[in-house]
């Protein structure tokens, strides 16, 4: 009987385990592939994309969104890698902008003057990419300061 009961106790504990590591699994799952997102502070405002996309050539990425309100943030990354890329007075390997609207000229459109940028994941076999962004851009006089930038699992095309 003594027997008996130890069956049922290591059956009781290893369905437990069982249990407790599938429902891991399952959210392990849906972090690993969050749906897709731009966001950032723009002049410590949220802004939020309703649409973007991401475009890899020549190897460079190009990473845009656009919001609600039809405003624009563009990040350019010179490179296809993992990695982190600068916009300085010595590094020119990142670049960014902002677009108050969609029909803004480039007259319009504020230019990064520094900033930074890292990708932290590229998918190549789902095409799909994921980073961080800030950067100062300037147009004239004026200057909007871009940050807490993040991207992920934006889908790209070559």
């Known amino acids: 009987m003594q027997l008996y009961r130890r069956y049922l106790y290591l059956l009781f504990l290893a369905l437990t385990f069982l249990a407790y590591n599938c429902k891991n699994d ?88 520094s900033g930074i940028g890292e990708i932290n994941k590229i998918n190549s076999s789902e095409r799909k990419i994921s980073g961080t962004f800030s950067f100062i851009a300037a147009k004239d006089s004026l200057t909007k300061e871009i940050t807490n930038g993040t991207f992920v699992n934006i889908e790209y095309t070559e």
């Open 26 to 113: 399952d959210d392990d799952d849906n972090d690993d592939n969050p749906p897709p997102s731009m966001d950032a502070l723009i002049d410590l405002t949220e802004w939020s994309s309703v649409q973007r996309e991401g475009l890899l050539t020549g190897g460079v990425f190009i990473i845009t969104g656009m919001s609600e309100q039809g405003d624009i943030i563009e990040v350019v990354f010179m490179g296809d890698t993992v990695g982190t890329y600068k916009m300085d007075t010595i590094h020119t390997d990142f670049t960014g902008a902002y677009k108050p609207d969609s029909n803004a000229t480039g007259l319009d459109t504020y230019v990064s003057s």
